[in-house]
């Protein structure tokens, strides 16, 4: 039985590329965001501060001035559930109908959206009373997530 040192070689330089791109600054960046969510989700808060937490760290974590949370009520109205960069007295107190806006447009389709220039979008609905009048991009990823029933 011969052994062929090129296809040991070839496999080994094979793992190693595949090790080395999973050392990539995106799957790095990515693997820290689910470190620091399982800490947040671990700990003994109540789940407002829980989202509260994971909104702060996900925008830090991406390096975003302001991040929010909103979610769906009666699947009519999307309510803001966390906030963080925007008015910090909020929360609970903006609501979009689905299909209202960039967020209610995301919320509607079920598809996330990323706009260079919020001002110039013929969706975007502006909030005063949000504070967001410093911000122009925006970047809003869907996730549907169901009540677990007991």
């Known amino acids: 039985m011969s052994v062929n ?10 793992k190693t590329q595949r090790v080395e791109k ?6 790095s960046q990515a693997m820290n965001i ?3 969510l399982r800490e947040i989700t671990e700990g003994s808060d109540t789940l407002p501060v829980k989202l509260d937490k994971i909104i702060t ?6 390096q975003a001035d302001a991040g929010t949370c909103y979610l769906v009520l009666d699947d009519n109205y999307l309510e803001l559930f966390a ?3 925007f008015n910090p007295n909020i929360t609970h107190k ?7 806006g960039l967020v209610g447009d995301v919320a509607e389709n079920s598809r996330s959206l990323v706009v260079s220039d919020v001002w110039k979008h013929s969706k ?3 909030k005063p009373e949000m504070g967001e009048d410093d911000y122009k991009s925006f ?4 996730t549907h997530l169901r009540a677990h029933e007991t």
Not at 57 to 62: D, S, T
Not at 139 to 142: A, E, G, K, N
Request: glycine share 4%.
């Open 139 to 142: 970047t809003v990823s869907y």
């Open 22 to 27: 999973m050392k990539s600054p995106a799957i």
């Open 57 to 62: 760290m996900i925008a830090r974590e991406m």
């Open 83 to 85: 906030a963080c960069g």
């Open 124 to 126: 975007f609905s502006y």
């Open 5 to 14: 040192i090129e296809n040991i070689r070839e496999s080994a330089r094979s």
């Open 34 to 36: 689910l470190r620091l």
């Open 94 to 100: 903006v609501s979009l109908r689905v299909g209202e």
